[in-house]
Nanobody, 122 residues
């Protein structure tokens, strides 16, 4: 069983930055691929970015490429999402997820955090 706890969300002006963290309670953290998804009101949960267990492989949604960066610290059982140049359309609840393969698909992730709200204002 993997428990995930996100933190770092909040209110930020457009153009600003935030860094989200996701702490995992599992001894074998480095064996899990980690992903970030987001869900805006009235919309489906969508893929944002993912990283392999060894951090050698990353994927990004086109909408965040060049602005967001995923990273992980396996010694701290934590994955990060650095979000720069935030836009109004980035407003959503952000979820981290753990799975056995690096994937853009929600069904490939077995464990989910409770989510953290990111609100971008004009």
């Amino acid at each position: 069983q993997v428990q995930l706890v996100e933190s770092g969300g909040g209110l930020v002006q457009a153009g600003g930055s935030l860094r989200l963290s996701c702490a995992a309670s599992v001894r074998t953290f480095s064996t899990y691929a980690m992903g970030w998804f987001r869900q805006a009101p009235g919309k489906e949960r969508e893929f944002v970015t993912a990283i392999s267990g060894s951090a050698t492989n990353t994927h990004y949604a086109d909408s965040v490429k060049g602005r967001f960066t995923i990273s992980r610290d396996n010694a701290k059982n934590t994955v990060y999402l650095q979000m720069n140049s935030l836009k109004l359309e980035d407003t959503a609840v952000y979820y981290c997820a753990a799975g056995k393969i690096v994937s853009r698909l929600r069904q490939d992730y077995n464990y989910w955090g409770q989510g953290t709200q990111v609100t971008v204002s004009s």
